[in-house]
C-alpha cells in the first residue's frame, strides 16, 4: 500500500548537480517524517537528510551546505537537490518513510558522480 518511487539519479561530473525526487502514495504523506539514505557499494545504508512534517530540514554533516531536502505537500513528494557533486557521494539513494512501526523503501535511483 505505501509505495515510494525515486527518480531524477545518473552520471554527473564532480561539481555538477542532480535533483532527485520521491513520489509517495499510500499513506498520508504531510503528517509523516521523510528521509534519503545512501548506499554505496559494499557500504552500509546511511542516513542523508531528513524532513519533518512541517518542512524543516536536517543534514548529515558530509552534506551539509551542498543538498536540500524539501517536500511538496500538494504533489506528495520530497526532493533532493545536490549540489557540487564528489565522486563520495556516489551511490544508490532510496527514500524512507517510517509509517506505523514499518520501515519503507524506495526501489532506489543511482548517483554517479566521476569525471
Not at 39 to 51: E, F, M, N, S, T
Request: neutral net charge.
Amino acid at each position: 500500500q505505501v509505495q515510494l518511487v525515486e527518480s531524477g539519479g545518473g552520471l554527473v561530473q564532480p561539481g555538477g548537480s542532480l535533483r532527485l525526487s520521491c513520489a509517495a502514495s499510500g499513506f498520508t504523506f504531510n503528517t509523516y517524517y521523510m528521509r534519503w539514505y545512501r548506499q554505496a557499494p559494499g557500504k552500509q545504508r546511511d542516513l542523508v537528510a531528513g524532513i519533518t512534517s512541517g518542512g524543516s530540514p536536517h543534514y548529515e554533516p558530509a552534506v551539509e551546505g551542498r543538498f536540500t531536502i524539501t517536500r511538496d505537500h500538494f504533489k506528495n513528494t520530497v526532493d533532493l537537490q545536490m549540489d557540487n557533486l564528489k565522486p563520495e557521494d556516489t551511490g544508490v539513494y532510496y527514500c524512507n518513510v517510517n509509517v506505523r512501526g514499518t520501515f519503507y523503501w524506495g526501489q532506489g535511483t543511482q548517483v554517479t558522480v566521476s569525471s
